[in-house]
């Protein structure tokens, strides 16, 4: 099965920066992305991209977040600036691997990225 290791997150000030990076091993990945979710509320894309670069965006981290991946490597990572306290959430790598003749979805841990003064 795929295994996927979350680095980055933390406390950062308002229009402060960080960086999420997620390494995904044990099979071949296909779309890798950042989902996030804040107490009370679903968990939400903020981004994902394919294994040919095709690379979507939630409307609200547009022009600030920046996701990008190693297909040798099987990393995928988000560049997050101006961040913003509505930024604050869990937010948990998640990626798509083919398993055979079957595709499952593998989800990180979850890292705490909180923005505040």
């Known amino acids: 099965q795929v295994q996927l290791v979350e680095s980055g997150g933390g406390l950062v000030q308002p229009g402060g920066s960080l960086r999420l990076s997620c390494a995904a091993s044990g099979s071949s990945i296909l779309t890798m992305g950042w989902y996030r979710q804040a107490p009370g509320k679903q968990r939400e894309l903020v981004a994902h991209i394919t294994s040919a670069g095709s690379i979507e965006y939630a409307d609200s981290v547009k022009g600030r977040f920046t996701i990008s991946r190693d297909n040798a490597k099987n990393t995928v990572t988000l560049q997050m600036n101006s961040l913003k306290p509505e930024d604050t959430a869990v937010y948990y790598c998640?990626?798509?691997?083919?398993?055979?003749?079957?595709?499952?979805?593998?989800w990180g841990r979850g890292t705490q990225v909180t923005v505040s003064s």
């Open positions: 998640n990626c798509n691997a083919a398993i055979g003749a079957i595709i499952l979805g593998y």
